[in-house]
């Protein structure tokens, strides 16, 4: 069975819980929109990330109700979970929506937004701030994967409970109110639980696994950081080694001295010996917004494979370079390209 308007439920008699789940969900709203500059094509290597079914079950018991359920579906960001028919639907706006359950007058929010990269600083003291300054208490908090994270909150008269999943095209929030006195109750949390697990998403825009977005303000970029490598920073620049030392990426961003169209594979070639005198270039493409090039140099006896990437945007010149070791760049090919496909400027 699907939800309907016919099934809309008049909020009037629970617009005591209005004004707690505003507080809350004060965190959820953040809209930045992402622009097209980013890096994805550059190379393909064959893998294909253009979509992803996440289901979000939070524990391995299969859970049963003892009352029968309707699916909810939304079309238009492929995602469905199944409602409890205790649970009535209520009037949203967009794709939002409520569903308030008649007996105990909890409620769950469903809110998609478009994805804003500030979603990856999310961490545990970030809401814990939010939930002192709002006068309550954070009481558990999980981050299973890289594009999702559990948190709850109490106050002295509800609990609040978010589960948060995205992509690079939207964020999706489950957030439930309930009165405190259900809060720890087990029928209420059977129930709870019953819902999130039901909750299936078609990813479009899937984060890769084994990276981590990490949104860099001062040059108002992102780029996926490899899981288990070292990060550093140092004036401009980002720069991250993998435990080895057998292969480097950074990222610097400076102040735009002109376009790139002029730029030729001499001036390039120029420009690129002065840091490394070796250097031998296999492959320049200029199309006046990007500049991608490969090529090798020596280091200390060895080869060095290096990948880089220049483009002008908002008038800032963002330089990406990978350079691996000859023996261990083919092992890499995948973790580089999902580092190229995750960089977006915004």
Do not use: H
């Not at 545990?124 to 009481?139: F, H, I, K, P, Y």
């Not at 949104?215 to 620049?237: A, H, K, L, R």
């Amino acid at each position: 069975m699907e939800f309907n308007d016919k099934d809309q439920f008049e909020l009037s008699r629970y617009r005591w819980i209005i004004p707690f789940v505003v507080i809350v969900f004060t965190v959820s709203m953040i809209f930045v929109k992402c622009s097209s500059n980013n890096l994805k094509g550059y190379v393909d290597d064959g893998t294909d990330n253009s979509s992803s079914s996440t289901n979000s079950s939070i524990t391995e018991e299969v859970i049963e109700l003892k009352e029968d359920t309707t699916m909810y579906s939304d079309d238009n960001y492929n995602f469905r979970l199944s409602i409890p028919d205790s649970w009535s639907k209520v009037n949203g706006t967009g794709n939002n929506v409520s569903f308030v359950n008649r007996q105990t007058g909890s409620q769950l929010q469903v809110i998609v937004m478009e994805y804003d990269p500030q979603i990856n600083t999310v961490d545990e003291n970030l809401l814990t701030q939010q939930a002192v300054s709002n006068g309550m208490e954070l009481r558990e908090y999980s981050k299973p994967d890289n594009s999702s994270y559990y948190v709850s909150y109490c106050s002295s008269d509800y609990g609040f409970i978010e589960y948060s999943f995205w992509d690079y095209s939207a964020i999706i929030k489950l957030n439930f109110c309930v009165d405190i006195r259900y809060y720890n109750d087990e029928t209420m949390n059977k129930t709870l639980k019953y819902i999130v697990n039901s909750f299936d998403w078609t990813k479009p825009d899937p984060i890769p696994s084994g990276i981590i977005p990490i949104f860099v303000s001062g040059g108002n970029y992102e780029f996926g950081f490899p899981e288990g490598w070292d990060y550093g920073e140092s004036g401009d620049t980002v720069y991250m080694t993998n435990t080895n030392g057998s292969a480097s990426f950074s990222v610097t961003v400076n102040e735009a001295a002109s376009s790139l169209e002029n730029i030729s594979q001499i001036d390039y070639i120029n420009y690129i010996s002065q840091s490394k005198p070796d250097f031998m270039l296999t492959n320049f493409n200029n199309d006046g917004q990007k500049i991608s090039i490969t090529g090798e140099y020596f280091l200390n006896g060895k080869k060095i494979n290096l990948q880089q990437f220049i483009i002008i945007n908002n008038g800032s010149e963002y330089t990406l370079s990978f350079d691996t070791e000859e023996e261990v760049t083919s092992e890499l090919a995948v973790t580089i390209q999902n580092v190229i496909n995750s960089f977006k400027i915004y």
